[in-house]
């Protein structure tokens, strides 16, 4: 198993830039796809950024695609994802997303391990 802490996340202005880190737990960090999702107010959690077991592979969701990265190290046992360009409308939590199956995506169904999630709030 793989525990998740995420940190990072704040209230920031328009146009403004956060880190987020996802920490874990465990020696086989390198193991696991990981991903980022995010849920705002009355919205179902929504696939942001995935990233294979070295790191080598990613991909994003077209509403964020060309603002944000996503990367990980893996001797740091440690995800990030470095957001730039924060609009109102990444307002939500945003939780990260571990999977030991050979292949990861999208669906949130395809993750086994969730963090609590951390907020991001951009005001206008």
């Known amino acids: 198993q793989v525990q998740l802490v995420e940190s990072g996340g704040g209230l920031v202005q328009a146009g403004g830039s956060l880190r987020l880190s996802c920490a874990a737990s465990?020696?086989?960090?390198?193991?696991?796809?990981l991903a980022w999702f995010r849920q705002a107010p009355g919205k179902e959690r929504e696939f942001v950024a995935r990233?294979?077991?070295?790191?080598?592979?990613?991909s994003y969701a077209d509403s964020v695609k060309g603002r944000v990265v996503i990367s990980r190290d893996n001797s740091k046992n440690t995800m990030y994802l470095q957001m730039n360009n924060l609009k109102p409308e990444d307002t939500a939590v945003y939780s990260c997303?571990?999977?030991?199956?050979?292949?990861?995506?999208?669906?949130?169904?395809?993750?086994?391990?969730w963090g609590q999630g951390t907020q991001v709030t951009v005001s206008s």
């Open positions: 997303a571990a999977t030991e199956r050979s292949y990861s995506g999208s669906y949130r169904s395809l993750y086994d391990y």
């Open positions: 465990g020696r086989t960090f390198s193991r696991y796809h």
């Open positions: 990233i294979s077991t070295s790191g080598s592979s990613t």
